[in-house]
């Protein structure tokens, strides 16, 4: 019986002796298996954020967010404008201002003027302007003999012709009362409201159209620099 007693003792000691050092390794196996992947400690970059479903949205008729909001042209003569291609609104907002005007039906008149006075590519290349343009019924007004001479001599002309043009692209409300100091050196007085609009002495009958670098408001008189 002492004997049995001092084995079964020493199976306790070797069972104790052995149990911390099973569960031991059992641990660590099991740590192991569900400690996450290490991240790296130089990714300081924040995950890109999703585009919100707004960011994307473009307007379904291919124009962009800012179109129309230099307003639509006014007056009684824009329905004599061309609807479509060739001297409509829609076609010179693409043009530069000279080259609008020469495709324009009312505006043949001034495009000849521009052309002989060498201002063309002035016009064309200039940055945000606006042009106060005679149309053809405009120049009616000027006694023929009169207007050959000023369309003959080129001096003259250049000032004429510069005497229409603005820097910056005036809106409606840019003419409700004031002065404007033209290309040519000479101020130009503007007032109005609503649809009815005056340029010292002349009339705005088509007013706000656009061209690529220029906006165009057709007048009835032809404007005289003191």
Same mark, same amino acid.
């Given at each position: 019986?002492?004997?049995?007693? $001092?084995?079964?003792?020493?199976?306790?000691?070797?069972?104790?002796? !052995?149990?911390?050092? *099973?569960?031991?390794?059992?641990?660590?196996?099991?740590?192991?298996?569900?400690?996450?992947?290490?991240?790296?400690? @130089?990714?300081?970059?924040?995950?890109?954020?999703?585009?919100?479903?707004?960011?994307?949205?473009?307007?379904?008729?291919?124009?962009? +967010?800012?179109?129309?909001?230099?307003?639509?042209?006014?007056? +009684?003569?824009?329905?004599?404008?061309?609807?479509?291609?060739?001297?409509?609104?829609?076609?010179?907002?693409?043009?530069?201002?000279?080259?609008?005007?020469?495709?324009?039906?009312?505006?043949?008149?001034?495009?000849?003027?521009?052309?002989?006075?060498? $201002?063309?590519?002035?016009?064309?290349?200039?940055?945000?302007?606006? /042009?106060? !343009?005679?149309?053809?019924? *405009?120049? @009616?007004?000027?006694?023929?003999?009169?207007? @050959?001479?000023?369309?003959?001599?080129?001096?003259?002309?250049?000032? $004429?012709?510069?005497?229409?043009?603005?820097?910056?692209?005036?809106?409606?409300? @840019?003419?409700?009362?004031?002065?404007?100091?033209?290309?040519?050196?000479?101020?130009?007085?503007?007032?109005?409201?609503?649809?009815?609009?005056?340029?010292?002495?002349?009339?705005?009958?088509?007013?706000?159209?656009?061209?690529?670098?220029? /906006? /165009?408001?057709?007048?009835?008189?032809?404007?005289?620099?003191?």
């Amino acid at each position: 019986m002492k004997q049995k007693s $001092l084995l079964a003792s020493a199976l306790t000691v070797l069972a104790l002796t !052995a149990a911390p050092v *099973a569960a031991e390794a059992g641990t660590g196996a099991f740590a192991r298996t569900l400690s996450p992947t290490p991240v790296p400690t @130089d990714m300081t970059s924040p995950p890109a954020e999703s585009a919100s479903p707004t960011d994307s949205v473009m307007p379904t008729d291919g124009a962009s +967010p800012s179109a129309g909001a230099a307003g639509e042209p006014f007056g +009684p003569a824009c329905a004599s404008l061309p609807t479509s291609g060739a001297g409509s609104p829609a076609e010179m907002a693409t043009q530069p201002v000279a080259t609008a005007a020469s495709s324009n039906p009312e505006l043949s008149t001034l495009a000849q003027a521009i052309e002989q006075a060498g $201002l063309t590519e002035t016009l064309n290349s200039a940055q945000d302007i606006t /042009v106060f !343009a005679p149309t053809n019924d *405009a120049f @009616d007004k000027i006694p023929k003999d009169t207007l @050959d001479k000023v369309l003959a001599d080129k001096e003259q002309l250049t000032k $004429l012709l510069t005497y229409h043009v603005v820097e910056g692209k005036k809106t409606q409300q @840019d003419l409700a009362d004031g002065e404007l100091t033209t290309m040519q050196g000479g101020t130009l007085t503007v007032k109005g409201s609503g649809q009815e609009y005056t340029v010292n002495d002349a009339k705005i009958v088509c007013g706000n159209v656009q061209t690529s670098n220029a /906006v /165009v408001y057709l007048i009835d008189t032809v404007l005289m620099p003191k």
